[in-house]
């Protein structure tokens, strides 16, 4: 079993910008589409972002779209989360996925203040 490794999160003022990142152990990470999701207190887990083994595809939430940003490095075995324009509604438990495995992370809080 794979683990992922957050960090990222914190406290953020609505209309500021925040990166996640999230780095998966072994060999596995390039041939991985990898997602972010988040969940509310109270809210189901929902999709946020995606993208393909080598980058070429990316898919958003239309809440984030234009907004959020989805990359990777395959050579640190890292997928990021770039957060731009944030609202207060983006408030979230963060979690990186291994989509083709379903391996999650551990979660990062991201706090969008008034």
């Known amino acids: 079993q794979v683990q992922l490794v957050e960090s990222g999160g914190g406290l953020v003022q609505a209309g500021g910008s925040l990166t996640l990142s999230c780095t998966m152990s072994?060999?596995?990470?390039?041939?991985?589409?990898m997602g972010w999701f988040r969940q509310a207190p109270g809210k189901e887990r929902e999709f946020v972002a995606c993208i393909t083994f080598n980058g070429s595809t990316t898919d958003y939430a239309d809440t984030v779209q234009g907004r959020f940003s989805i990359s990777r490095d395959n050579a640190k075995n890292t997928v990021y989360l770039r957060m731009n324009s944030l609202k207060p509604e983006d408030t979230a438990v963060y979690y990186c996925n291994a989509i083709d495995i379903s391996a999650w992370g551990q979660g990062t809080q991201v706090t969008v203040s008034l």
């Open positions: 072994g060999n596995m990470f390039n041939f991985y589409t």
